[in-house]
């Protein structure tokens, strides 16, 4: 099994460093093959919007800088993992970034799913997303926001599994790792 993890957190802040540490350790354990990509470390532009990917080169990105790999991976994967600092109730810029870049993986075509519209699935397999975000004190609404905001990602690119934790960067080292398993264990990462 190939998991992809897409890791936002900032390596110089050194309370929650060891959040990415405990997660790959514990997909190693579970025999996962895992890849990793510092977003912090990518040059990835925005999103021009120019539909380039759907309309000139279907399925890829006419704009081609390190998104490109990320894309190409993202969809050969069984799980995608987003590591976060949730600001204001959603993702940091970096993986926003890569979000938006990924629209090539779905069909320039709609569908309806009950009482919505969404993209129709370009491929027959997608992977199962679990997000993890990092926040330092509880925060009800932004917690609320960021889990929404999770959900509709993975009904966006199709996830068969979704999974959304919050970590606060005071817990123990042993909860965090509870909490990473209970995850894995919820969008099938046995």
């Given at each position: 099994?190939?998991?992809?993890?897409?890791?936002?957190?900032?390596?110089e802040?050194?309370?929650?460093?060891?959040?990415?540490?405990?997660?790959?350790?514990?997909?190693?354990?579970?025999?996962?093959?895992?890849?990793?990509?510092?977003?912090?470390?990518?040059?990835?532009?925005?999103?021009?919007?120019?539909?380039?990917?759907?309309?000139?080169?279907?399925?890829?990105?006419?704009?081609?800088?390190?998104?490109?790999?990320?894309?190409?991976?993202?969809?050969?994967s069984?799980?995608?993992?987003?590591?976060?600092?949730?600001?204001?109730?959603g993702?940091?810029?970096?993986?926003?970034?890569?979000?938006?870049?990924t629209?090539?993986?779905?069909?320039p075509?709609?569908?309806?799913?009950?009482?919505?519209?969404?993209?129709?699935?370009?491929?027959k397999?997608?992977?199962?997303?679990?997000?993890?975000?990092?926040?330092?004190?509880?925060?009800?609404?932004?917690?609320?926001?960021?889990?929404?905001?999770?959900?509709?990602?993975?009904?966006?690119?199709?996830?068969?599994?979704?999974?959304?934790?919050?970590?606060?960067s005071?817990?123990?080292k042993?909860?965090i790792?509870?909490?990473?398993?209970t995850?894995?264990?919820?969008?099938?990462?046995?």
């Amino acid at each position: 099994m190939k998991a992809l993890i897409l890791n936002a957190l900032k390596r110089e802040q050194s309370s929650i460093e060891h959040i990415y540490k405990i997660l790959a350790n514990e997909l190693k354990d579970r025999g996962w093959k895992s890849e990793t990509f510092m977003l912090q470390d990518i040059d990835i532009s925005s999103c021009k919007g120019c539909f380039g990917c759907w309309t000139v080169t279907p399925g890829i990105c006419v704009n081609e800088d390190e998104s490109s790999q990320i894309i190409a991976k993202f969809i050969h994967s069984d799980l995608i993992i987003s590591l976060t600092k949730v600001t204001f109730g959603g993702y940091s810029s970096e993986l926003k970034k890569v979000f938006d870049r990924t629209i090539p993986i779905l069909s320039p075509f709609f569908m309806k799913a009950g009482n919505e519209t969404r993209h129709k699935p370009r491929y027959k397999k997608y992977p199962n997303l679990a997000t993890i975000g990092v926040m330092i004190h509880p925060d009800d609404e932004s917690e609320y926001i960021f889990k929404t905001l999770a959900k509709r990602i993975a009904l966006h690119f199709h996830a068969p599994q979704q999974g959304t934790l919050i970590i606060f960067s005071g817990q123990s080292k042993e909860k965090i790792h509870e909490k990473i398993k209970t995850l894995l264990r919820t969008i099938g990462g046995e």
